[in-house]
């Protein structure tokens, strides 16, 4: 006898929000189903292993699609359901989906409960593409079977039925197509297939649907350009079953890896490398991780987002979890695949949860260890990914305020002058030479320009080695990092380098007091200087400007990029050993109007070194004028 049941309140309300908000695409009720399917054959094998009257099966899901009738069938030889299971499961929100869900969903917060895995809120997808649905089961635990119909408004009926297999067959008849949803297309073939694949490839039964073959020609039949070829329907498995993350590392080949690489993120290339992560324990998790060859086209574009695919028990839920992977590391590809993560009934949000955190936090030691490996054993690899992806590295140093800095001081590498190579911070503390106490650093673009620094001439002569900092993170790096292994990073671009002897910088801080009028006089000519000054660091060339404090002039370049006017203070520095100087003191004290005209083009020539403009190019080129005039 048909009985017929009206569906409760907060039943009524969930369907509305499943079919209105809750997912933002429909194409995911097959999943759901799929996946609820699967439960459902775990649940009846796990009761045959102790009980000897619950019967196993050749264990399969099968998906069919009916265009004439316009029904989706999803089958499954799981446990199946008694009445009151179906009454519970299917007539009511499932245990976990209470008063106090529907009203933290209607609040539109994140619910504390996790109702994903229990069958009835997964079945009420189907209510998004289906204007009803039929539910025809049979129970192995009481051997009765059951039909469940419902047009998923008010009510619902259930009656016993001849249904003859163990299991659950779920029929959807599909709505009528609309100008924004076209639901007919999910009864093509390559529709089916193709949202198994992206959803559910990895459910661990075999996934069948029917698949169209093309027969053979008959040897006898005549060619006929206007013929069409013949075709047969056959039921094939068309998910993988067995996640290629889920086996042992030793039994998958660099080829199954690059290959799947290639396949699951359309590059040509093969990575650079693959990392297997597989943790057991309070929480279980695979991951499987790749670095790219060459960034993606995007990569630099705003439309670049950074995340890891994300897979609870092999079934597919995100495409792109940001909270499994840090900015700094937003190059890197990969999945990650754990039951133990909650997800919210949409399955498409993580909620906010310590193992979330807690597997990101693995994931990025893992990363960098295997960077450190690479480094360390492969050094021309590692050479090859710091060209495309060192700078995220240093970014990852300079963002958090340094909490980075730690993990990643021993990943970056900065070209040497003296080796005109690439080198690591520990490689040059080794190479430092005897008395050596600092690691000295210039920013520029290359050896070349560098090198025609007249700060440079001190340093060189004392055979100590610089490192040359080219990228616009680098100095603000240094900056976070302030040291490496108790030796100071020090810029030779600013401030005094302390490398001449103690004799002579207290003969030229005696010499700076004796020349006081003639250093405030320059002072005069030029304003905008923070001081002027006797310079320890000089050898061949007559001045030099420094920058004074944290800010430097690299700085100050890279934030008016981003149009903030922040300057660095300057400093006039003068070779007190140099010809110039005599010659400026002569002119301070015969010819006024010429003494400016040089301190204001040595001033402008000593910023054209640093790479800085002067204010006014026509004054500069005006003095230069007058003077090869005289």
């Known amino acids: 006898m048909k009985e017929k049941k009206e569906f409760k309140t907060e039943t009524k309300k969930l369907l509305d929000m499943m079919i209105n908000s809750i997912y933002t695409h429909k194409e995911i009720f097959l999943r759901e189903l799929i996946s609820n399917a699967s439960d459902a054959i775990d649940k009846r094998h796990y009761l045959s292993l102790t009980d000897n009257n619950i019967p196993t099966d050749d264990y399969k899901i099968t998906v069919e ?114 100008e924004e949803n076209k639901y007919s297309e999910y009864l093509n073939e390559y529709t089916i297939k193709d949202l198994i694949k992206k959803y559910s490839d990895y459910v661990r039964y075999p996934i069948q649907t029917w698949v169209t073959k093309y027969d053979p020609k008959d040897e006898n039949e005549k060619d006929d350009e206007n013929s069409k070829p013949k075709t047969h329907l056959e039921l094939e498995t068309v998910n993988s079953m067995l996640p290629i993350w889920k086996k042992n590392k030793s039994e998958v080949t660099d080829e199954e890896l690059n290959n799947f690489y290639k396949a699951k993120f359309y590059d040509y290339q093969d990575p650079i490398t693959s990392i297997f992560v597989n943790v057991e324990g309070m929480l279980t998790y695979n991951a499987l991780l790749f670095i790219p060859k060459k ?43 754990s039951a133990d993560l909650p997800l919210n009934i949409s399955r498409e949000m993580l909620q906010e949860d310590k193992a979330i955190k807690k597997i990101a936090t693995n994931v990025e030691k893992k990363i960098l260890s295997e960077l450190s ?107 976070v990092l302030k040291e490496y292994n108790e030796k100071k990073f020090v810029s030779i671009n600013n401030g005094d380098l302390d490398l001449i002897s103690e004799e002579e910088s207290k003969k030229i801080d005696d010499l700076k007091e004796e020349k006081k009028d003639f250093l405030n006089s320059i002072k005069e000519v030029i304003p905008s200087v923070s001081e002027v000054v006797l310079s320890k660091k000089l050898v061949d060339a007559p001045c030099c400007v420094t920058a004074k404090g944290e800010l430097s002039f690299e700085m100050e370049r890279v934030l008016k990029q981003q149009n903030q006017g922040i300057k660095a203070e300057r400093v006039f520095e003068l070779n007190p050993n140099h010809q110039m100087f005599t ?34 190019p026509k004054a500069f080129a005006q003095d230069i004028t007058e003077l090869l005039m005289k």
């Open 295 to 337: 960034p993606f086209y995007d990569f630099y574009s705003d439309r670049s987002e950074k995340g890891l695919q994300l897979y609870t028990k092999g079934v597919f839920i995100l495409e792109k979890c940001k909270d499994l992977i840090p900015d700094y590391l937003r190059f890197v590809k990969g999945l990650v695949d």
């Open 65 to 178: 699609a009916d265009k004439d009738n316009k029904t989706i069938t999803i089958t499954d030889n799981g446990v199946g359901m008694n009445y009151e299971e179906l009454e519970n499961n299917l007539g009511t929100i499932a245990k976990s989906g209470s008063q106090e869900f529907m009203e933290a969903v209607s609040k539109e917060k994140t619910p504390d409960v996790d109702i994903i895995g229990q069958f009835g809120v997964g079945f009420y997808s189907a209510f998004m593409v289906a204007k009803s649905v039929k539910v025809q089961t049979k129970s192995v635990k009481d051997n009765k079977a059951y039909v469940f119909e419902s047009e998923g408004l008010d009510s619902y009926t259930i009656e016993e039925s001849d249904y003859p297999n163990y299991g659950t067959k779920i029929t959807l008849y599909l709505r009528d197509d609309e």
């Open 373 to 479: 490996r690479m480094l360390k054993n492969d050094r021309d690899k590692y050479l090859e990914f710091f060209k495309d992806y060192g700078i995220n590295l240093k970014y990852g140093v300079y963002e958090n305020y340094g909490e980075k800095k730690e993990q990643l001081k021993d990943l970056i590498v900065l070209k040497s002058f003296n080796e005109d190579k690439l080198i690591t911070f520990s490689e040059y503390v080794e190479k430092m030479a005897e008395g050596q106490k600092d690691i000295y650093y210039v920013t520029g673009k290359d050896k070349e320009s560098v090198s025609k620094l007249p700060q440079m001439d001190l340093v060189k002569s004392k055979g100590y080695d610089v490192l040359i900092l080219s990228d616009d993170v680098d100095e603000f790096m240094i900056q």
């Open 583 to 616: 010659k400026l003191e002569a002119l301070s004290n015969s010819d006024k109007e010429v003494f400016k005209k040089y301190i204001n083009i040595l001033y402008t020539e000593s910023l054209l070194q640093e790479g800085i403009l002067p204010d006014d």
